[in-house]
């Protein structure tokens, strides 16, 4: 089983980003998906969840209208989209795989915004 993050980065405020979750060894299709991010000093959050099969989204207040979390189950890949980033959104971001007692993490990616 194995989960690995791309697509962070040093972005300016303002800017965007687009993570990636490339999964494989399980079944992806059959898997509620996470990204959370935890920032030094603090507690990991989550900021975005999208279910199995129907597809529904839930996000942080602090992400919502910005963050886009969607999902594509012929590729086994989760993906977050991050317009209108501020400074407070520096973390690592790390994807979760979850169903029942089975619940797995990526790495991580390191998001820095600032100017």
């Known amino acids: 089983v194995q989960l690995v993050e791309s697509g962070g980065g040093l972005v300016q405020p303002g800017g965007s980003l687009r993570l990636s979750c490339a999964t494989s060894?399980?079944?992806?299709?059959?898997?509620?998906m996470s990204w959370y991010r935890q920032a030094p000093g603090k507690e990991r959050e989550r900021v975005a969840a999208?279910?199995?099969?129907?597809?529904?989204?839930t996000y942080a207040d602090s992400v919502k209208g910005r963050f886009t979390i969607s999902r594509d189950d012929s590729k086994n890949t989760v993906y977050l989209e991050m317009n209108s980033l501020k400074p407070e959104d520096t973390a690592v971001y790390y994807c979760?795989?979850?169903?029942?007692?089975?619940?797995?993490w990526g790495q991580g990616t390191q998001v820095t915004v600032s100017s």
């Open positions: 979760n795989a979850r169903r029942g007692v089975s619940n797995v």
């Open positions: 060894g399980f079944t992806f299709s059959r898997y509620g």
């Open positions: 999208i279910t199995s099969i129907s597809g529904t989204t």
